[in-house]
Structure formats: structure tokens, C-alpha cells
């Protein structure tokens, strides 16, 4: 069973930065497709980003783009989510999770076909 465990949210200002991570162990996660979700109380969890399991092609929600990076460490079986210029709409709590259900080029999909979940990371915005 892959475990992982998210570290790194707070409070920031906005326009500032964080940078979370998503350790894993159990599994290497070379294997997994690894998403990035947030949940905003009183709302539907969202994908926020996501990075293929073979060759690193990357998704970023509109919202994000440009502003959040994700990257993979292999070599330290850990997954990051770069986040700047961060607004107050950004405020969740951040998931990270991982599948092997897709091949290996694919990471895009809903909440639901993501199987293994860390237990989240809160992220405030506010000045």
C-alpha cells in the first residue's frame, strides 16, 4: 500500500509562496501517477496538478497555471508542488495521491480513480 504524507502548507501573504511535498514509502513512486487536489470548505475537492508516471508530462488547472509548478525527486521518492503568487482564492487543504490505474502517459482524472491519499495540508492566504 503506498503511503504518503504532505508537509510544508501554512500561512502566507498573498502574493507569497510555498512549497509542499508529498513523501512517499511502501512504494517507489516511479510507478504512480501522482495528482496535487485541494478542498475548500464548503466545496468539491479539485485537481490542482497532476505528472505522468513514465514521462513527467505535467497538468495544471487554468487557475494555477503559471504560478504553481509540480516536479518529481525519484532519487528521494517525493513529489513537490511549487506554489506562487499565491491569492486568497488559493486558501485549501492539499491532497496529494497516487495511482497506478493509468498508463503511463496519463494523469489527468477525477478524485475518484486516485487510490492512495496523504492526509492533507492546510494552505491560508490572507494578509
Known amino acids: 500500500q503506498l503511503q504518503l504524507v504532505e508537509s510544508g502548507g501554512g500561512l502566507v501573504q498573498p502574493g507569497g509562496s510555498l512549497r509542499l511535498s508529498c513523501a512517499a514509502s511502501?512504494?517507489?513512486?516511479?510507478?504512480?501517477?501522482i495528482g496535487w487536489f485541494r478542498q475548500a470548505p464548503g466545496k468539491e475537492r479539485e485537481g490542482v496538478s497532476c505528472?505522468?508516471?513514465?514521462?513527467?508530462?505535467?497538468y495544471y488547472m487554468d487557475s494555477v497555471k503559471g504560478r504553481f509548478t509540480i516536479s518529481r525527486d525519484n532519487a528521494k521518492n517525493t513529489v513537490y508542488l511549487q506554489l506562487n503568487s499565491l491569492k486568497p482564492e488559493d486558501t485549501a487543504v492539499y491532497y496529494c495521491?497516487?495511482?497506478?490505474?493509468?498508463?503511463?502517459?496519463?494523469?489527468?482524472?477525477?478524485?475518484?480513480?486516485?487510490?492512495?491519499w496523504g492526509q492533507g495540508t492546510q494552505v491560508t492566504v490572507s494578509s
Open positions: 511502501g512504494f517507489t513512486l516511479d510507478y504512480y501517477a
Open positions: 505528472i505522468t508516471s513514465s514521462d513527467d508530462r505535467v
Open positions: 495521491a497516487g495511482t497506478r490505474r493509468f498508463a503511463g502517459t496519463r494523469c489527468y482524472a477525477p478524485p475518484r480513480e486516485y487510490d492512495s
